[in-house]
DNA sequence: TCGATATTTAAATAATTATCTAAATATATA
DNA sequence: TATATATTTAGATAATTATTTAAATATCGA
């Protein structure tokens, strides 16, 4: 999930995650979008296939990128949950003055 | 919105406004979940207060930092409008063949 | 098989971000 | 007012990320 949220921090690649939504595109359609070189759109579809937003296929000579929505939706998952959207999940809210519950031993862990 | 992402892209940061969504919390409240240093966390909270994801007020001796909800439901509806959970938007859909519809002339140009 | 097209990988560099220690600022309290 | 506590700011460095040019790989079509 933490390389899904790292994909979405850039602006190409969610400019990407669009153009995709409207339908697949090859490498070569999705870079004639923007000003920068093909090497640097590889990279960053790199990226997205990487953090599971994207798929590609060889078509012949070519390589048909596609929209994976279901990465998508555990990220809209996490706002929702956040936002009390979706859910009414809270598990025992923390009084006034507690102590924390614990101390995270990572940053990586638990998002 | 860019800033929002970019905020967002971080575990750690992420992590804070999860304990902001409890509850309300100083600084040094929220560094103490954290193995990092305090400045450390100061300046992630800095990058989350310049995103408007959560705003800070002095009470006393403490500065106490709360969530604020409303960019956070902004990125939210971005996610909504992707995975089609919200609304049925999709302005003419582009057809197999067609050249693309413009070049973007930057890429912070929509999001 | 050869040349053209599509795309990626490699290597280098530039730019951004995260983190630390030390110092500065603000408030409270003795 | 002096001292302690809470937090931020500054300055330095390390780590990560973005970008480019050049080279490599894969496929197509004559």
């Known amino acids: 999930m933490n390389e899904s949220f790292k994909a979405l921090a850039d602006p190409t690649r969610r400019q990407i995650i669009r153009l995709l939504r409207e339908k697949d595109r090859t490498a070569g359609e999705i870079a004639d979008y923007f ?15 990487h953090a599971g937003l994207v798929q590609d296929e ?14 998508l939706e555990e990220v809209l998952g996490w706002f929702l949950e956040l936002t009390g959207a979706g859910k009414n999940s809270e598990a025992e809210p923390t009084a006034a003055g507690d102590p924390p519950r614990r101390k995270l031993q990572s940053d990586k862990e638990e998002l």
């Open 35 to 49: 000003q920068m070189t093909k090497p640097s759109i590889s990279h960053h579809l790199s990226a997205l296939k």
């Open 58 to 71: 060889r078509k012949g000579q070519f390589i048909v990128y596609s929209l994976d929505t279901t990465v």
